[in-house]
C-alpha cells in the first residue's frame, strides 16, 4: 500500500482497520460533501472531491487518524436546475450522518471529526452533531463554521498573491483553484467563464436557487485559479483543522 492509502478507510482492508485501532488509531474524520453543479467547468462531485482530499490530509497530518469515504450526495436542492445534481433532504443526510457515526463508534474510534464541505450541509451537520455526542461514546468534533470555511478558502487564494475576495464561494476562483491542485485533468480550462460578480444574498441563493441569479451555476471569475493557490488554500484549511481536532481532543 501507498502511504496515501495507509489513511483512507474505504481501501483498506478490514484487518487492517483492526490492527490501526488497536495500535493506537482513535480518531476518524468524516467529510460530509455533495454532487451538485459546479459552471461548466467542474465535475459535479467538487465537493466530493475536496472532502476526500482534505480528510486524507488531515489524517496523515494527525498521523493517528483515518480518513472515512465522504458522504455523498447532500443538501443540494438550490442547484436543481441545473442537470446532473442530486439531492437529498436534510433529514436524509442527517440520518445518514447518524448512521456512519454509529457504526464508527461501534468499531472502537474514540473521536469522529465532522467536516461539511459544501455550503448547504454545514447546517444540518451542525444541528444533528450534538445529537449524536449525546448518544455515542465517541466524542463528535463538528467542523461546521461555514463564515470561517469561507475565510480560511480566501486567505488562502491572498496567501497565494491572488487578491479575490469573495463572501460567497462557488465555482469560482478558490473552488477552481482547489480542483486544480488535486488534478488539473478535472477542470475544463475551455469551458471556465466568468459568472455574476458583486454582493450576493445567500437566503436568496436557496430560497429561489442559483439558475435565479447565475445562468452558468459560477459565481466570480474562475480564470484567476491556478493550482498552486489550490495548494496553498487545501494546506490552509488543513492546517487550521488539525488545531482545532487536536485542541478538543485534548479537551476531554
Same mark, same amino acid.
Given at each position: 500500500?501507498?502511504?496515501?492509502?495507509l489513511?483512507?478507510?474505504?481501501?483498506?482492508?478490514?484487518?487492517?482497520?483492526?490492527?490501526?485501532?488497536?495500535?493506537?488509531?482513535?480518531?476518524?474524520?468524516?467529510?460530509?460533501?455533495?454532487?451538485?453543479?459546479?459552471?461548466?467547468?467542474?465535475?459535479?462531485?467538487?465537493?466530493?472531491?475536496? #472532502?476526500?482530499?482534505?480528510?486524507?490530509?488531515?489524517?496523515?497530518?494527525?498521523?493517528?487518524?483515518?480518513?472515512?469515504?465522504?458522504?455523498?450526495?447532500?443538501?443540494?436542492?438550490?442547484?436543481?436546475?441545473?442537470? #446532473?445534481?442530486?439531492?437529498?433532504?436534510?433529514?436524509?443526510?442527517?440520518?445518514?450522518?447518524?448512521?456512519?457515526?454509529?457504526s464508527?463508534?461501534?468499531?472502537?474510534?474514540?473521536?469522529?471529526?465532522?467536516?461539511?464541505?459544501?455550503? #448547504?450541509?454545514?447546517?444540518?451537520?451542525?444541528?444533528?452533531?450534538?445529537?449524536?455526542?449525546?448518544?455515542?461514546?465517541?466524542?463528535?468534533?463538528?467542523l461546521?463554521?461555514?463564515?470561517e470555511?469561507?475565510?480560511?478558502?480566501?486567505e488562502?487564494?491572498?496567501?497565494?498573491?491572488?487578491?479575490?475576495?469573495?463572501?460567497?464561494?462557488?465555482?469560482?476562483?478558490?473552488?477552481?483553484?482547489?480542483?486544480?491542485?488535486?488534478?488539473?485533468?478535472?477542470?475544463?480550462?475551455?469551458?471556465?467563464?466568468?459568472g455574476?460578480?458583486?454582493?450576493?444574498?445567500?437566503?436568496?441563493?436557496?430560497?429561489?436557487?442559483?439558475?435565479?441569479?447565475?445562468?452558468?451555476?459560477?459565481?466570480?471569475?474562475?480564470?484567476?485559479?491556478?493550482?498552486?493557490?489550490?495548494?496553498?488554500?487545501i494546506?490552509n484549511?488543513?492546517?487550521?483543522?488539525?488545531?482545532?481536532?487536536?485542541?478538543?481532543?485534548?479537551?476531554?
Open positions: 500500500m501507498s502511504s496515501r492509502d489513511f483512507s478507510l474505504e481501501e483498506m482492508a478490514w484487518p487492517e482497520v483492526e490492527s490501526a485501532l488497536q495500535n493506537g488509531t482513535r480518531t476518524v474524520i468524516v467529510a460530509v460533501g455533495a454532487i451538485e453543479q459546479h459552471g461548466p467547468h467542474l465535475p459535479l462531485n467538487m465537493d466530493t472531491l475536496d #472532502g476526500d482530499e482534505l480528510s486524507r490530509r488531515m489524517a496523515a497530518e494527525l498521523g493517528d487518524a483515518l480518513a472515512a469515504p465522504t458522504i455523498r450526495p447532500g443538501c443540494s436542492g438550490h442547484h436543481m436546475e441545473f442537470p #446532473g445534481t442530486i439531492t437529498v433532504p436534510p433529514e436524509t443526510l442527517m440520518d445518514v450522518i447518524r448512521s456512519y457515526c454509529r464508527l463508534d461501534e468499531h472502537g474510534f474514540e473521536h469522529i471529526v465532522l467536516v461539511p464541505t459544501h455550503g #448547504g450541509n454545514f447546517g444540518p451537520v451542525r444541528t444533528v452533531a450534538p445529537d449524536i455526542a449525546r448518544k455515542l461514546d465517541a466524542t463528535v468534533i463538528s461546521a463554521d461555514l463564515d470555511h469561507m475565510q480560511l478558502l480566501n488562502g487564494l491572498s496567501e497565494a498573491g491572488i487578491e479575490y475576495d469573495q463572501d460567497v464561494i462557488h465555482a469560482g476562483a478558490a473552488e477552481t483553484a482547489i480542483v486544480l491542485a488535486i488534478g488539473d485533468g478535472l477542470v475544463r480550462t475551455d469551458q471556465i467563464e466568468s455574476l460578480e458583486g454582493d450576493i444574498s445567500p437566503a436568496r441563493l436557496l430560497s429561489d436557487g442559483f439558475k435565479s441569479i447565475t445562468e452558468n451555476g459560477v459565481l466570480g471569475d474562475p480564470a484567476k485559479a491556478t493550482a498552486e493557490a489550490g495548494e496553498v488554500i494546506q484549511v488543513v492546517e487550521t483543522y488539525v488545531e482545532q481536532v487536536k485542541h478538543e481532543r485534548d479537551a476531554v
